[in-house]
């Protein structure tokens, strides 16, 4: 074998050809010279190149502490939670040069709620040479500062609503305001209002926009059936551009039949509505009315539209209800729905030990009446209505021998405390009186209308249904021992009234509080 014989070298095996390798101009790190521009590696790309430059590190956010909306710059106010999107949203769109650069993520830092500090951290890109990109996170401190928005600038000035709801009914009592109340509080349909005003005879809602009072109004159509109209008055014009401004009033007036109300339907409409007898009571106000005859059990509706068309008044309402003694009852077969036909004999309770005068009457409640309780009702033997529609049901042939001496309406409970505790409570709304102070003998006249409406409550499971009860924690504390001995007599005191069970009852967040432990 002749050794100068020249011989291939095999490659070592596990070694991969590579490209060029060059030093970094600036700290001397090998990189590939194929793909490094600049003769300058990675880290110190990261630690000369700043991507975020002209991105400032600090904000502010303007908050109205009255309604706890964000200012959108440059006029607009946006409802948003803590680290919520929108609010996410607000705090980018208030930083400058942010859309030179692409963002990759973005969230919020946890701050102490009273910092009045908000931190997000944000995550960006963008290419910094020819096909090398570069990532770079940074926080931006915002700092919230306070500042009124002009809604709520209005609604502390006077006189400057752009649009009022005048709410009315033409009745004696304000029944039916109780459960509108009740119900506007349960929607929240008065959140828009910048002021809410007791008149005589209703209530004044104020808005600042038109479509808030056209919502509001809508909502009243929805619950209760009601009659509009509109009108308006000039504020300004401009003579160059032609623009105007308007103030704009609306009046609502509910129909002036009541829960529990006797009425006399002319006899058209009663024909015209399933051939009901004309004379009934009205047990249920929603959107239509809803009138029961409590001889056949026979219910009608007669929508608002109906209504306007030929209004009437009612032949009595519940101040002219007597109280009777049932002597005796007996129940039929015949039932419709929660009522249950009966045949009862009644007196009037002033008249027991005076005279032996009893009355005969078909009753719808004769599955609640037993023999010996108090039920109340309209007594119409003896009675003079200056009504046009009763005059006709009296010289009717169909109808005048038809009319009944008493027309039973509701079980009452003699033995209920009047201004007992109860374990459940109803918010009332914040409404400004005015000059409009209640005289003692009105103020009497009030709180004996809402104690009859909190009754109504209690014995009427619908009714409880659309409405929200709160739990009452207030406990009463009396103040001496006399005080003491009263309460405890009064709790021994047989109460035979309805109760609502607790389950039924709502927390009142309202009145929650943090309180320091004294033994801590």
């Not at 002021?195 to 109004?217: L, P, T, V």
Request: with cysteine; glycine share 4%; hydrophobic share 40%.
């Amino acid at each position: 074998m002749d050794l100068d014989t020249p011989m291939g070298m095999a490659p070592m095996l596990g070694t991969a050809r590579t490209g060029a390798t060059i030093l970094c101009c600036n700290c001397g790190a090998p990189i590939d010279g194929t793909s490094a521009t600049g003769a300058i590696c990675y880290d110190c790309i990261k630690s000369t190149v700043d991507i975020s430059q002209g991105i400032p590190r600090e904000g502010v956010l303007n908050c109205c502490r009255d309604c706890d909306r964000w200012l959108m710059p440059p006029t607009s106010w946006v409802s948003a939670a803590l680290e919520s999107r929108e609010l996410l949203s607000i705090c980018l769109k208030r930083l400058r040069n942010l859309n030179k650069v692409r963002i990759i993520d973005a969230r919020f830092v946890w701050t102490e709620p009273h910092s009045r500090r908000i931190k997000v951290k944000i995550t960006v890109q963008d290419q910094v040479a020819d096909g090398v990109l570069m990532q770079q996170s940074f926080e931006v401190v915002y700092v919230v500062a306070n500042q009124q928005c002009r809604e709520c600038a209005k609604s502390y000035t006077a006189n400057v609503w752009r649009a009022s709801v005048q709410v009315r009914q033409r009745v004696t009592h304000k029944r039916t305001f109780l459960l509108l109340e009740q119900l506007i509080l349960r929607h929240q349909a008065h959140r828009d209002t910048i002021n809410i005003k007791e008149e005589k005879g209703g209530i004044d809602f104020y808005f600042a926009q038109r479509n808030q009072a056209e919502a509001f109004i809508h909502f009243l159509k929805s619950v209760v059936p009601v009659f509009t109209k509109e009108s308006k008055h000039l504020i300004s014009a401009d003579t160059h551009t032609g623009n105007k401004s308007y103030k704009f009033s609306y009046s609502v007036d509910l129909v002036p039949i009541c829960r529990d109300d006797l009425v006399a339907l002319p006899l058209k409409i009663a024909k015209s509505i399933g051939n009901i007898s004309p004379l009934v009571i009205c047990h249920r106000i929603g959107t239509s009315i809803n009138l029961l005859d409590p001889n056949t059990l026979q219910t009608a509706d007669i929508s608002a539209d109906v209504f306007w068309r030929a209004p009437f008044q009612p032949l009595a309402g519940s101040p002219d209800m007597v109280e009777f003694i049932v002597m005796d009852i007996e129940p039929t077969s015949f039932r419709k729905g929660k009522w249950v036909l009966g045949e009862a004999t009644v007196a009037r309770a002033c008249d027991l030990g005076v005279n032996d005068n009893t009355y005969f009457a078909r009753t719808h409640l004769g599955n609640l009446l037993h023999a010996g309780d108090s039920v109340m009702g309209y007594m119409l033997n003896g009675a003079n209505y200056n009504s046009e529609a009763f005059e006709a049901i009296e010289n009717s042939r169909a109808y005048g021998s038809t009319i009944p001496d008493v027309m039973l309406v509701k079980k009452h409970y003699p033995n209920r405390r009047k201004n007992k505790r109860r374990n459940w409570k109803l918010k009332r709304m914040a409404k400004d009186e005015g000059d409009l102070l209640p005289k003692p003998a009105d103020q009497a006249r009030m709180e004996a209308e809402y104690e009859n409406f909190l009754r109504d409550v209690e014995e009427d499971e619908e009714l409880r249904a659309a409405l929200a009860l709160y739990k009452n924690t207030k406990k009463r504390q009396p103040q001496d021992a006399d005080a003491m001995s009263i309460a405890e007599t009064e709790m021994t005191m047989a109460d035979d009234g309805p109760k609502i069970n607790m389950d039924e009852l709502l927390d009142d967040f309202d009145e929650l509080a943090i309180q320091d432990d004294e033994h801590a």
